[in-house]
């Protein structure tokens, strides 16, 4: 069964920055895409990065060139480095695991997410 643990949300000021993990157990051989999403309230799930089995990685319009991801096979963790934080970021933020070797941002092509982890971006 596959697990995704979220950590490292929290509170910061606009303009600062934030790190979050993903950490992914029991995968099997075949591995699939991977990406963050994130919900605010009253708002529907959004997709934020994703990257795909062969490496390459799709942002949003909206944290392009502030955000950046990064897998590590070896250590089977997912990363969003997110700079420049904005209020309009605040939200919760999920992990997920895809069943295909290149999901986009399609919620319902991802079959397992993480609990998810508050970012809070407020002066």
């Known amino acids: 069964q596959v697990q995704l643990v979220e950590s490292g949300g929290g509170s910061v000021q606009p303009g600062g920055s934030l790190r979050l993990s993903c950490a992914v157990t029991?995968?099997?051989?075949?591995?699939?895409?991977m990406g963050w999403f994130r919900q605010a309230p009253g708002k529907t799930r959004e997709g934020v990065a994703t990257?795909?089995?062969?490496?390459?990685?799709l942002y949003a319009d909206s944290v392009k060139g502030r955000f950046t991801l990064s897998k590590d096979n070896a250590k089977n963790t997912l990363s969003l480095q997110m700079n420049s934080l904005k209020s309009e970021d605040t939200a919760v933020y999920y992990c997920?695991?895809?069943?295909?070797?290149?999901?986009?941002?399609?919620?319902?092509?991802?079959?397992?997410w993480g609990q998810g982890t508050q970012v809070t971006v407020s002066s």
């Open positions: 029991g995968y099997t051989r075949t591995n699939g895409c």
């Open positions: 997920a695991s895809g069943r295909f070797g290149a999901c986009g941002f399609v919620v319902s092509f991802y079959n397992y």
């Open positions: 990257i795909n089995v062969d490496g390459t990685t």
